[in-house]
């Protein structure tokens, strides 16, 4: 079965699944990215590593994390230029998971870099604190926050029916962004990680995904028609 929905597979948001395809997808972001920005940058990917405690029945579980962003710099002066990060489970529903990620993106502004969130979560809590009513109806969010205006957002969105939009990667002020198209990046990870193989299509979704009724009963029917069953 190839990509069972037009965008986001909410069966990958799952503790044992999203690790090892936020790291799919890490790779396939670099593997879009690198071969587009020309000589006068490098780009390579960092890590931030957290411990976060989960409770289970009357004893506390320690989880060690280490989640890659990819890091883009002038070849020539090794400034950073821009940092591309994805959210997690562990950075929206953990307290240290949230301090990591809130740290990681203060650091890249305290550089005066630009900064891109690509949440694709809806369980926990987003990470970005700004007024999202003015925004359409949407699960998933893509947003830029440039070096030249650090409190201010691009904000790209997507619902769980439509496909990932594409979004624009700033570089230094006298080049132009590099459009990306997220949807291409994702598909290009589901396929590499084989996650048709991994993913139990026949289960219901993850109780913890945060979707409608309407829009889980959709997905439950797409799931079902691409894979036959």
Known sequence: MSLPLPGM???????????????HLMASLRDMILPGLGLEYRGHEKSRNF????????TIERHGHEEEFLEIRSRI??????????TSIATRTTTAGREAYLETRRATLDEHAAYVE?????????????DRSGLP??????????????DRYEIYT?????????FKLPLAADDRDMVLDLQA????????????LLVNYQQDLPAEVKLSIADRDWVLEQVRQNSGM
Do not use: M
Not at 51 to 58: A, H, K, N, Q, R
Not at 81 to 86: E, N, Q, S, Y
């Open 77 to 86: 002066s090794r400034k950073l230029i821009a940092l591309i990060d994805v």
């Open 185 to 196: 990046i994702f598909a290009n990870a589901y396929a590499a990680g084989a996650f048709e």
């Open 51 to 58: 411990v976060s405690d989960f409770i289970l029945f009357t």
């Open 118 to 130: 690509i949440d694709l979560i809806t369980q926990g809590k987003p990470i970005l604190d700004f």
């Open 158 to 166: 997507s619902g769980i029916r439509k496909r990932l939009p594409k």
């Open 137 to 150: 109806q949407h699960d998933h969010t893509i947003t830029v926050t440039r070096a030249a205006t650090p």
């Open 9 to 23: 597979d909410p069966y990958l948001e799952q503790p044992t699944l999203w690790p090892i395809f936020r790291r």
